[in-house]
């Protein structure tokens, strides 16, 4: 510490007390070095990726091994069936996460600096939204390697496969904004992941992830038929498999334009108002 | 607005549920100088910091940074302070520098900009060599160097450091004083809360003592001390045969009340200055007696307290929240 007796290194900054003349788009660059800070912190604790890289094997292979032979009549038709509502439900489950890192976050002290710096506040929850991204790209390619490995082949082109897998994306990304709302309005990690699990669950259960819809009773398949996981899981079997896409990717669009639309908004409000 | 006050606070009031926080609270800071703001758990010490650096609206009253109000200016004000919290705000998963880095990048320095700052705190805070470390990795001080390092990467006008001691071993608390010693050499307005007289005495050129969210005292470390008292001197000869002799000869050096036995084979007088000490030491010297302890004190927080409203600061702890602002 004996360097410490010197006088502190400063800069011109020539930001104080001068006019602020921010340069443009504030928003997308902060938020882009938060988003760049949840990368790091991903990379610094893989273990935080189990539930992205080893649930959906684990589905996987759960499900085509014990159901798929009752279900389908066999196991490789099932897994054709069944991989694209794996990627939905894991994907869903995998933006559970970022509710729990945001509510540790907070308790620790450190969105207290970033709201005391000049930045728009709400730069350090866009940027977690989108450094999570990465996440959902893992579920991505660990769902299709493993079904590659038990035998699944996509069915069309590369180019809608890789629309199905981008959907899927975007699906999480703007489903995320309902726990980061969770995660301002409960108390404690835990408590975010047992309401989202509640929320999550009868989402991917009651949906066409494991089963046609056909044989359910008639009020469920209402419900059925308007779950967001039902279009998703659809879209990504018809962009995989070749199956009638229908409106699905529209109605899938629209729940995604519709989650932004609803939970981003009352996020941040909640976020500005908590201390 | 006095030209020259960069912290500014009038009738500060803030409720939280039932607990009034703040109950009109005055603040005042010249330029170039530090506040120490000196109460115990709870006395609202870290929500008048929340307020002052923008973190909290306040329910009533106003208060300004460099002239702009914290509320209605409040981007302003960003763009002149530091804030460095009581828990250590840095995030753990990163590296000192990644930390550093990415405040540079917040605060527009720019790619090059932020490296170079982030080399130069590292560089005068001494974290060189654990810079590429996630900062989970370092030790408490070393945290908290890293954390007030990060509150200063846009070189701040004003800095707010609450508690920034709290925890550390002595060592570290006075390499702590030295860093806030220097910041306020290179211009910087500080305001640091304390539960400590010693170290608002150590740093601050005045110090406001909050109790229940009000002021009750605003004085110079001088003149504070002057109303709670002094330095006690403490000595325990290594020989209690000893203790007459010794108390003798430390109320020689005392200021005039005589040496009191405050603890078994302890004795303890007032002293005015820190002459006093050397002053006993080679009066023990000549009359041969030696002692296994000698020291200089101020007086704690619940003395101050004691003295100036009559109870000691932990008295009512168990009857209010200790942490209003967490």
């Known amino acids: 510490m004996s360097t410490l007796i010197d006088a502190p290194p400063t800069r011109s900054r020539g930001l104080s007390n001068s006019v602020p003349n921010p340069r443009p788009f504030r928003l997308v660059r902060h938020s882009l070095a938060l988003a760049k800070r949840s990368l790091i912190k991903t990379w610094r604790t893989p273990e935080a990726l189990i539930d992205v890289t080893l649930q959906p094997v684990l589905f996987l292979i759960i499900f085509v091994y014990v159901f798929g032979g009752a279900v389908a009549g066999s196991t490789h038709d099932y897994l054709q069936f069944l991989l694209p509502g794996i990627l939905a439900q894991t994907i869903a489950t995998g933006a559970i996460a970022i509710g729990v890192n945001l509510n540790t976050d907070i308790a620790k002290g450190i969105f207290d600096r970033f709201r005391s710096l000049p930045i728009p506040r709400s730069a350090p929850l866009v940027g977690a939204v989108l450094g999570d991204v990465v996440r959902y790209v893992i579920v991505t390619v660990s769902t299709l390697a493993i079904g590659y490995v038990m035998g699944f082949r996509i069915d069309t082109d590369p180019f809608r496969a890789i629309a199905g897998c981008l959907l899927a994306v975007l699906f999480a990304l703007c489903l995320s904004w309902l726990p980061v709302l969770v995660s301002m309005k409960v108390r404690t990690a835990g408590a975010v992941q047992g309401v989202m699990f509640a929320l999550i669950m009868p989402l991917s259960f009651a949906s066409n992830v494991f089963v046609g819809a056909d044989t359910l009773p008639g009020w469920m398949q209402a419900f059925v038929d308007v779950n967001p996981m039902t279009h998703l899981v659809a879209s990504v079997r018809g962009l995989f498999l070749g199956t009638p896409l229908g409106n699905h990717v529209w109605w899938t669009l629209a729940w995604c334009a519709g989650f932004v639309a609803v939970f981003m908004p009352l996020a941040l409000r909640a976020y500005r108002k908590k201390i | 607005m006095t030209a020259d006050l960069v912290i500014e606070a009038e009738g500060l009031v803030k409720t939280f549920g039932k607990t009034r926080a703040l109950q009109g609270v005055d603040l005042a800071v010249p330029r170039g100088t530090v506040l120490g703001v000196l109460g115990p758990n709870g ?284």
């Open chain 2, 43 to 326: 006395a609202g010490k870290t929500t008048a910091v929340r307020i002052l650096s923008t973190l909290l609206t306040p329910d009533a009253g106003s208060a300004r940074i460099s002239g702009f109000d914290v509320v209605r200016d409040a981007e302003r004000v960003r763009q002149s302070i530091g804030l460095t919290g009581q828990y250590a705000s840095v995030d753990e998963d990163l590296t000192g520098r990644q930390n550093l880095e990415l405040f540079g990048t917040l605060l527009e320095l720019g790619r090059t900009g932020a490296r170079r700052r982030a080399a130069e705190l590292l560089d005068w805070f001494d974290l060189t060599d654990a810079a590429n470390r996630p900062a989970k990795t370092y030790s408490g001080g070393m945290r908290r160097r890293l954390d007030l390092a990060a509150s200063l990467v846009g070189s701040p006008d004003v800095i707010f450091l609450d508690e920034p001691t709290t925890g550390l071993d002595p060592a570290k608390r006075e390499d702590m004083w030295d860093v806030v010693r220097s910041l306020v050499g290179n211009g910087s307005t500080v305001l640091l809360t304390t539960q400590y007289l010693e170290e608002a005495d150590a740093l601050a050129d005045a110090i406001t003592v909050i109790d229940h969210g009000r002021v009750i005292a605003h004085d110079t470390p001088e003149g504070l001390k002057r109303v709670v008292g002094g330095q006690t001197l403490e000595v325990r000869p290594s020989d209690p045969a000893h203790l007459p002799r010794t108390a003798e000869i430390l109320t020689q050096v005392g200021s005039g009340a005589p040496a009191d036995e405050i603890r078994k084979g302890v004795l303890a007088v007032p002293v005015t200055d820190d002459a006093a000490l050397t002053e006993s030491v080679a009066r023990f010297a000549t009359a041969g007696i030696a002692v296994t302890e000698l020291s200089l004190h101020l007086p704690s927080l619940d003395e101050v307290f004691f003295t100036l409203t009559g109870r000691t600061a932990s008295e009512d702890d168990t009857t209010r929240p200790t942490e209003v602002a967490a």
